[in-house]
């Protein structure tokens, strides 16, 4: 199961213009994607559950839905 850190939540306000880091807990050795904004990146948890994955600078924008998936689940 893929859990985003609490920080993470609906109406989050992210910084734009420079790289984003997101990051959680899963199942050992998970490969984690994070979409927004037409990107997505993608990272592994460690042996711990813990990941991160770091996305390219964003744009300024007022309505966007950051998606999570990792294998069959999927979290916006």
Sequence with gaps: MIKPAVLFQNS???QQDK???IWGDSEPGVT???T???QTAT???DDNG???VTLEPLHTSFS???V???ENERIE
Excluded: F, H, P, R
Aim: charge should be neutral; charged fraction near 10%; hydrophobic fraction near 55%.
């Design 50 to 52: 813990k990941w991160c």
């Design 19 to 21: 790289n984003i880091s």
């Design 43 to 45: 990272g592994t948890a």
């Design 36 to 38: 927004v904004q037409g």
């Design 32 to 34: 984690v994607a994070i």
């Design 64 to 66: 966007e839905t950051v």
């Design 12 to 14: 989050m306000i992210l």
């Design 68 to 70: 999570v998936t990792a």
